[in-house]
């Protein structure tokens, strides 16, 4: 092959391509990277559940440029035009991919082996795709839990991603397309709650589960109450959360404040520093969090809710982290594993106030999984697309504005209960003490 033919390669694109907007976003980041590209082959869908398909050559100065123009343009779905097998290579070393590794997006991939074309399990970004000569299974793989012999894609040959697909609907939009456009404080909020909820019930309706990723912002902005209606409802199956967000928690259980301010006055209290740090102490001398709410030391809260309802939670550690309470994962690999292991029965995540943890959340869903981040910084939620996770959507609000407003629509019986205790009747407890 002449050095100018290495420097050009045929992708190609198939579905709903100039609904879903993918078209435009291929021929931008050709562009962008000043590669040349020629519309080889373009074929238009003519009614709206018909799917397109367009040949774009690409030609780069160099051989190196365009290796890497066509990974990130399978990020976007465009795979090269050819019919080969995917290249495996051995791991060589554990924890240590081999050189060349093709470098997964999380949407839907298959690779071909033996000329078979095998969907690659539980699609996640950032790892590598593993192929078990036994069972005939490919699977995505993070980079530590590679294992001296495994056999590993190498390169984008035999590989190809699938799209995300958005055809148009005889009524000209649905719930969660309407919130995909470009993040704005601006869209109409109502419409915005009544989006999510939609999206909760379905996703309950389909018998998978609902992923909170949440932040100690939950109980700084008095969502405390709202947050445990939607618990009781059944709208929070699993919750990945940090030691703040528990901690904060418990403290305005067992001292009416957080970090110290007061939840009923919002001034801060005497001593009210120590108070996170005494709450850690409660909870490590009953043992658990849940020996913390058997033996009545814990009487309320988000975390009190979480065990009374059978919610599955992960506490992962960090380096800023006081005590950490019994049950915090310290070990930050352990906690990610922890995570990934629960996101196969995802079918719907909310992410509230809480960038890091939303990132790391993010990195591991499917592209299929509905997300939405809430926050009230607009960079915060569009960090999520920026790193990848195509399928997030993004709501600028006070977090406690949207739970209540959440609350109201999917559990308006339970957003009138107060809870075991109210805030005052906490209050008044820590000062006796």
């Not at 238009?44 to 440029?65: F, L, P, Q």
């Not at 949440?214 to 990945?240: E, K, N, W």
């Not at 209290?269 to 709450?279: C, D, I």
Request: charged share 25%.
């Amino acid at each position: 092959m002449e050095s100018g033919e290495d420097r050009s390669e045929i992708v190609e694109l198939r579905g709903h391509v100039l609904d879903s907007g993918l078209l435009t976003q291929v021929l931008d980041e050709i562009m962008e990277r000043g590669a040349d590209y020629e519309l080889s082959r373009f074929d238009v869908g003519k009614r709206k559940e018909d799917t397109s398909y367009v040949a774009i050559r690409v030609e780069t100065g160099e051989a190196s440029e365009l290796t890497a123009l066509v990974e990130r343009l399978q990020s976007y779905g465009a795979n090269p035009a050819t019919d080969e097998d995917a290249t495996l290579r051995p791991v060589e070393a554990a924890g240590v991919f081999p050189d060349g590794f093709y470098s997964t997006t999380n949407l839907p991939t298959r690779i071909r082996v033996a000329g078979r074309w095998i969907d690659v399990d539980h699609p996640e970004m950032d790892c590598g795709i593993a192929y078990d000569q036994q069972t005939g299974r490919a699977r995505t793989i993070p980079m530590d839990d590679v294992c001296v012999g495994m056999q590993l894609v190498c390169g984008v040959g035999g590989v190809k991603v699938l799209p995300r697909q958005r055809p148009r609907s005889a009524s000209g939009d649905s719930g969660f397309e309407f919130m995909s456009s470009v993040i704005s404080s601006e869209k109409p909020q109502a419409l915005l709650v009544e989006r999510v909820a939609e999206g909760m019930r379905e996703c309950k309706a389909a018998g998978r589960k609902v992923l909170w990723v949440a932040g100690p912002a939950l109980v700084h902005t008095g969502s405390v109450q709202p947050t445990c209606a939607l618990i009781r409802a059944g709208y929070m199956d699993i919750l990945f959360a940090g030691n703040a967000l528990a901690t904060h928690d418990i403290e305005g259980n067992l001292f009416g404040t957080s970090l110290g301010v007061s939840l009923s006055h919002g001034i801060p209290t005497e001593h009210g520093h120590e108070h996170h740090v005494r709450a850690i102490n409660r909870i490590r001398g009953s043992g658990s969090i849940e020996a913390a709410v058997a033996d009545g030391t814990l009487t309320g809260g988000i975390m009190w809710h979480v065990v009374k309802h059978g919610v599955d939670y992960v506490l992962a550690g960090s380096v800023r982290d006081d005590g950490p309470l019994p049950g915090v994962i310290r070990d930050v690999i352990a906690a990610q594993g922890e995570m990934r292991r629960r996101i196969p029965e995802v079918g719907f995540a909310l992410m509230v106030a809480t960038l890091l943890h939303s990132i790391a959340t993010g990195n591991m869903l499917p592209a299929h999984v509905p997300l939405v981040t809430v926050d009230i910084n607009p960079a915060s939620v569009t960090k999520l697309v920026d790193r990848g996770s195509v399928q997030s959507i993004g709501i600028v609000t006070d977090v406690g504005l949207f739970l209540k407003e959440l609350a109201a629509r999917l559990a308006p019986d339970e957003l009138d209960k107060v809870g075991p205790e109210p805030v005052e009747e906490i209050a008044r407890r820590a000062r006796a003490r």
